[in-house]
């Protein structure tokens, strides 16, 4: 048949040309569709004499499929194309941050809460709370610390102004955290294990005090506890904590009303070169008071002295932080600089955790 091998070379031609789903759609029916050129000669094929036809149909047929198959190739080429463009063109680098660095960061005092909950909650302990408006009887009375008590100087008391006629019971802003353990014996009862940490209030100001600062109190009651106890769960905290296996206490004799035996707790450090460092050098810095807890308060609290007993231990916590992130002035805890919170902070979406590490 004449003119095949022009077709042939005409539309593989036209084929490899199209540049898109279109043009290739007009060339296939230009070719075959029911109009097309090979259709046409194909339908042409019945009115031939035989022997014509049997030279012309495989002939035609070879044509149709290689046409076929050509228009298959270039519709998988042309898809590849456009698949390919659109990714170059959507690249993406996924090792860019997602979002940009958040802009506020967390208080080394929110900080040092976290771990020292964390902690503390490993070893059973629940977090407790109470208000920083307390009254009298909580923050001193119940504490076996009466009306006369030289106890009442030493702590700096601000006390909320009543007006005239008022006889709702005295308030202060409370002077330590103690008023917690009160109000956890109230609500609960023994057996407990909780830490309160918190806010708390004393006139004083220089530059290892500031009138406002954090104490956490720990409080255990139970049928045995001893002294023994409060030792092993202070200088497990302290290791914990300070991240630092050489972490050394120091237990001091010391007096508080609402503890019976009391000592207080130092921490052996160094000053060297300005560098505060934890667990070696001469010198101690005291982080905590401590002892069993006195009779009178386990009856303040309703928990019956002759069943249950209890250690207690009220801890700073702008000084544990001073002491673990070597941060040398109290007072720039509060002045809300941002400097010293990007200098100090810490990231804000990373919570502490004892298998996570504390500080990382
Ligand atoms: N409340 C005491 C203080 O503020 C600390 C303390 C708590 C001591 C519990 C003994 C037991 O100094």
């Given amino acids: 048949m004449d003119g095949l091998e022009a077709l042939r070379a005409r539309y593989l031609g036209e084929i490899g040309a199209a540049a898109d789903e279109a043009a290739l759609e007009a060339v296939r029916l230009a070719a075959l569709g029911r109009k097309g050129e090979i259709s046409l000669r194909m339908r042409k094929l019945g009115g031939m004499d035989p022997e014509a036809r049997k030279v012309a149909g495989p002939a035609l047929n070879g044509l149709r499929d290689e046409v076929e198959a050509a228009l298959r190739a270039r519709r998988a080429a042309l898809a590849d194309a456009v698949l390919e463009a659109r990714l170059q063109a959507e690249w993406l680098d996924v090792t860019l941050p997602a979002r940009p660095r958040p802009g506020g960061s967390i208080h080394p005092v929110s900080q040092v809460m976290e771990e020292l909950t964390a902690i503390f909650a490993d070893m059973g302990f629940a977090v ?4 920083q408006v307390e009254t009298d009887w909580h923050n001193f009375d119940a504490l076996n610390i009466p009306p006369e008590h030289p106890a009442r100087q030493e702590h700096d008391t601000f006390f909320l102004h009543r007006l005239e006629g008022d006889n709702r019971p005295p308030h202060v802003l409370r002077t330590h955290t103690s008023p917690v353990q ?24 220089d530059q290892t005090h500031t009138p406002m600062f954090h104490q956490v109190e720990g409080l255990a009651i139970d049928r045995d506890i001893s002294m023994a106890q409060l030792k092993w769960v202070l200088e497990e905290f302290c290791r914990a904590f300070f991240e630092v296996e050489g972490v050394e206490l120091r237990f001091r004799a ?17 000053w060297a070169g300005g560098q505060l460092k934890i667990g070696e050098g001469d010198d101690w810095l005291e982080i905590l008071g401590s002892g069993m807890v006195h009779p009178h308060v386990l009856r303040s609290g309703g928990v019956d002295p002759a069943q249950w007993q209890g250690f207690a231990f009220g801890m700073g916590i702008d000084r544990i932080a001073m002491l673990k992130y070597g941060i040398p002035d109290l007072r720039a805890f509060f002045e809300s600089d941002l400097r010293w919170l990007r200098h100090y902070g810490f ?11 504390l500080s990382r």
């Fill in 128 to 131: 407790a709370e109470g208000p």
């Fill in 347 to 357: 990231a804000a979406l990373e919570v502490p955790t004892l298998p996570g590490g």
């Fill in 254 to 270: 010391s007096h508080f009303p609402f503890t019976e035996p009391s000592a207080e707790v130092d921490i052996r450090c160094s």
């Fill in 182 to 205: 009160i109000r956890a014996m109230l609500a609960q009862g023994a057996p407990l294990r909780v830490i309160a940490p918190g806010r708390v209030y004393r006139m004083d100001m």
